[in-house]
């Protein structure tokens, strides 16, 4: 039984936890207080000076989450906490603090919602010194589909086409993801199968080995193009990843924009251009401003079974001269250049800027799933990649006229084309102002817009391997 289930579980008792190294940190000092509300999880984060011990029990009626922190006084710091609860928090009804006895601070958090917490501590990076965090996760995860703007029509039947075994258990990292899968192919399947296949449905044996056999792109396209001839149609659905976000703010421009606010606006200003094509969707890998772990991202499109996955930056160089939009796809066999594999390991390092809980068991299956074989994914987001060069060329400079390759961990979904636009350097001050403004950001999100939906012209939706 994991920590959550006995949390869940054992609700009303006590169930200690000690976080951190075990000597105890008398007398630290919080630096910050922060709480990053969002509908997938709310984040409380404790920075201090030296890292916190905290023990944490659950209570029912009402529905509370109480955390004993040791070595820490109750402080002007730590009561900030209380105003930092946003009306809108969709688990936090208020936060409470007291001295519960001497050197123990205890917070008590009272919830709008049964929660599984994870906590967890994190070392000193980048610009953040020692962190605690609290991630209050609902006991219930929303149906992703949620986010797709789906019109009401789609409630799940009985003969919904569903994935292949063999396929489903590879899309997915775990028994719960499973699960969601499964869900999501009953839900959505049959909506999106109805779109697709006016005709009799294709034998699933074909998309399975389609799918299972990524060499056969070419045979798959000029299969599947035919159907196409036939008029077939179907709901062709894009993730669309806002880069960073919460505790990870991304690069930092000159003046102080957010890399993480940029491309977030970037993110909504494109969902709405593509959610306005007929038979076209966006969602979106995150809303608001907080953070969602790299393999979550691409976890999320799984879920939803995109077509197309565009994670959207605006990056800084050390040079504050560089400028210009660039383009980049997975590698398998090295980077493409020195500066692509710098940026693939800068963009990498989001997951512990950001603060991952490197004891969830779901990650690491994730990542060992990841290494499986994306050559035909890797082929097809060069031509998306292209596509949108073509299109980034006609409204801004270049930074490099062909797609770039790099190991980045979020372009890593074996059966999505997959691609990262950096939409400019916000360390140069020219561009910075110009990712600040409204009117260019909306020219960018055009220009995405106009490149994606060359390369399904080109490409047609039905060549791609999705499995229903
Ligand atoms: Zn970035």
């Known amino acids: 039984m994991d920590r959550r289930q006995v949390l869940t579980h054992a609700l009303g008792g006590t169930v200690v936890m000690l976080l951190g190294p075990a000597e105890l940190a008398w007398g630290a000092q919080l630096v910050a207080v922060r709480i990053w509300p969002a509908a997938d999880y709310t984040r409380v984060t404790l920075e201090s000076d030296m890292p916190l011990n905290a023990t944490f029990f659950s209570v029912e009626n009402p529905s509370r989450l109480v955390i004993d922190i040791e070595g820490l006084e109750l402080s002007s710091q730590l009561r900030e906490v209380v105003s930092k609860v946003r009306p809108d928090d969709p688990f936090i009804a208020g936060v409470r603090v007291g001295q519960n006895r001497p050197k123990v601070a205890r917070l008590v958090v009272d919830l709008k919602q049964s929660i599984k917490p994870q906590v967890f501590g994190l070392p000193p990076v980048a610009a953040y010194q020692h962190r605690l965090v609290f991630d209050l996760y609902p006991t219930h995860a929303a149906d992703p589909k949620l986010g797709l703007a789906l019109p009401a029509a789609s409630a799940p039947v009985a003969s919904a086409p569903r ?5 489903a258990s590879s899309a997915s990292a775990s028994a719960q993801s499973d699960q969601a899968a499964e869900a ?7 909506f999106i ?10 034998p699933s044996g074909d998309r399975a080995v389609a799918k299972a056999a990524p060499k056969a792109a070419d045979d798959r396209e000029s299969t599947l193009s035919s159907n196409n001839k036939a008029g077939a149609k179907r709901l062709v659905i894009v993730a669309l990843d806002a880069g960073h976000g919460g505790e990870d703010p991304g690069a930092v421009g000159p003046s102080g924009l957010y ?10 200003k494109l969902r709405t251009l593509i959610n306005a094509q007929p038979g076209m969707r966006a969602m979106l890998t995150r809303e608001s401003d907080y953070f969602v772990p790299l393999h979550e991202r691409v976890t999320k499109a799984r879920r939803v079974q ?9 990056d800084a160089f050390m040079n504050p001269q560089a400028r210009g939009a660039s383009v980049f796809a997975l590698s398998e066999n090295g980077a493409s250049s020195a500066a692509a594999r710098w940026m693939a390991k800068k963009e990498n390092a989001s997951d512990q800027v950001g603060g991952v809980n490197i004891k969830v068991k779901d990650a690491s299956v994730m990542r060992a799933m990841l290494d499986m074989s994306t050559t035909a994914q890797i082929k097809d987001s060069i031509k998306l990649g292209n596509a949108i060069l073509g299109h980034l060329g006609k409204i801004g400079r270049l930074h490099r006229g062909k797609v770039e390759q790099a190991s980045f961990a979020v372009l890593k979904a074996p059966d999505i084309p997959s691609i990262l636009v950096e939409t400019g350097f916000i360390s140069n001050p020219e561009e910075e102002a110009k990712l600040k403004d409204s009117d260019y950001q909306r020219e960018l999100a055009d220009a995405l817009l106009l490149g994606i939906q060359r390369y399904f012209a080109k490409n047609p939706p039905l060549a791609r391997n999705r499995a229903l």
């Not at 994935?163 to 396929?167: G, M, R």
């Not at 890399?259 to 909504?268: F, G, Q």
């Open 163 to 167: 994935v292949p075994a063999s396929v």
């Open 184 to 190: 999501m192919n009953d839900a959505l399947g049959d």
């Open 193 to 202: 199968g109805g779109l697709k296949r006016p005709a009799a449905p294709a």
């Open 259 to 268: 890399e993480k606010d940029v491309v977030l606006s970037v993110a909504h």
């Open 306 to 314: 995109a077509d197309l996955f565009v994670s959207i930056h605006a």
